[in-house]
């Protein structure tokens, strides 16, 4: 059963040899950072799959029994300094709970700074992020070493041998075809598809251009397969992602077509399959691309990459934007999009950052009324110009800053979905997961006149403008149903709970609001 859990291989003594006569061996992911990395493990967990492994996608945890896997993949992440912190520190948590399992290694941290990663452990191999196709070819190699009778160390020296072996090769994770793609999924109810990586930008503070290189783009015509081959599977939406979806630029004969170009031709060669946008750029939100977005099968949800209101710090971010541009981007959307959900990254502390700087910032937010703020603290990041940028923000400022902007975005969320309340709204429902609530608890009479204790299943799902609801029912993964929203909840938002809002389902989908 996809996503199972790697208790369904037998656990050997500390230190015997590993044998699979039994049941399958079971492969366990963590997986860190961002939306590229989530379809990227699906990918690799599914090349897994088909070569006769279990696969276990839920993060483990200090309180979890030890664990059965013979192989643990890391997928990192290096945006910022508590990301790779995070990362040593889950990989440690790995090496405990699966004592005899190798440990994979792979992500943009994993390019950037592959020996300190090998140095945690003998039985860590680092595989570098722009060898991260491999993954394609590794299970079914793996699956064939593990027949005979090995240790977690001969796994892991096993595994170091193969990547040596690409090393030389000069393999390379930018394909034309992107090599690791999948149609079904084990953690997600809502497909998605990497239709581009790496990004032709060098912001000051940004090290994801040295992990993941130049933007390369899916041509055209392989997102359309993948995308006819999910809406053939009966999948009601897919989610096209990126490093920097507005440089894509696919291929498509002797012609090559930008992001608004390729929804375009996509909307026009399939049939009812809805598509969502992963993060865009404020300044390619032109007339062009909002005359695409303004089509019924396209989400009204919106993430930009915003960073800063100030265009002094815009500057020395190296932004290719002004905050006026934010400004006319989401006038855009919202004229094509009726009260779309709009969120926003921004860095707080960026070194120079004035208190005048920082108002500004909060400014835009106010005006543009993001439905939700992604606010970071700037992290240092060595390699990058912005590493050795003076003057330096004080920790404690950044962290206020980064304290308001939190708190201004948990009522602007609260307010994004109390507009929407008694509304009915179309919605996908979500797989079920361990940290996710299993049921409603509600108090009934019984018959002696005393209370009684009623549990009924509790379902979450998705609605097109990305509002997180549970309501009460049990219903299919991968539905799409209509629901009415009911209330926000301000307590999950600001404690970082994934449901956001309560909903009821409704059963006449003719209520439900064209947004």
Known sequence: MPGAAATACRRPCSGAALRFTEVPPAVHFETLGCKLNQIESESAARYFSDAGFTVDMEPATAADAPGAAVLCVVNTCTVTGKAEQKARRVIRLLLRKYENAAVLVTGCYAELDAPQLAAIDGRVCVLPGSLKDTLADIPARFRSFIAADVTASECAAFLRRAVAAEKSAGGAVYTPTFRLATDTFFTHSRASIKIQDGCNNACTYCRIHLARGKAVSLDAASVLERVRSIEARNQHEVVLTGVNLSQYRGSFGSFFLDIAGLLRFLLDNTERIRFRLSSLYP?????????????????????????????????????????????????????????????????????????????????????????????????????????????????????????????????????????????????????????????????????????????????????????????????????????????????????????????????????????
């Open 283 to 515: 300044e390619r939100v032109d007339d062009a691309l909002c005359e695409v977005i303004a089509h019924e099968r396209i989400m009204p949800h919106f993430h930009l990459s915003v960073q800063s209101g100030s265009d002094r710090i815009l500057t020395l971010m190296r932004r290719p934007y002004t905050s006026a541009d934010v400004a006319a981007a989401v006038e855009r959307l919202r004229a094509v999009k009726r009260n779309p959900f709009i969120a926003c990254d921004i860095i707080a502390g960026f070194p120079g950052e004035s208190d005048d700087d920082f108002g500004q910032t909060m400014e835009l937010c106010r005006s543009c009324r993001f439905a939700w703020i992604h606010a970071f603290p700037f992290s240092p990041r060595p390699g990058t110009p912005a590493y050795a940028m003076k003057p330096v923000v004080p920790q404690s400022t950044a962290a206020h800053r980064v304290r308001r902007l939190t708190e201004f975005a948990i009522a602007s969320k609260c307010a994004y979905i109390s507009s929407y309340k008694g509304t009915v709204v179309s919605a996908i429902t979500e797989q079920n997961r361990k940290d996710r609530k299993a049921a409603f608890e509600t108090t009934a009479a019984d018959d002696a006149g005393g209370a009684r204790t009623v549990r009924s299943p509790v379902t979450h799902a998705v609605t097109s403008n990305f509002i997180h609801v549970e309501l009460p029912g049990s219903f299919a993964p991968g539905s799409r149903i209509a629901v009415r929203i009911t209330d926000a909840l301000p307590e999950h938002i600001r404690n970082g709970d994934e449901c956001e809002a309560s909903a009821e389902p409704v059963y006449d989908e003719k209520s439900v609001t064209d947004l």
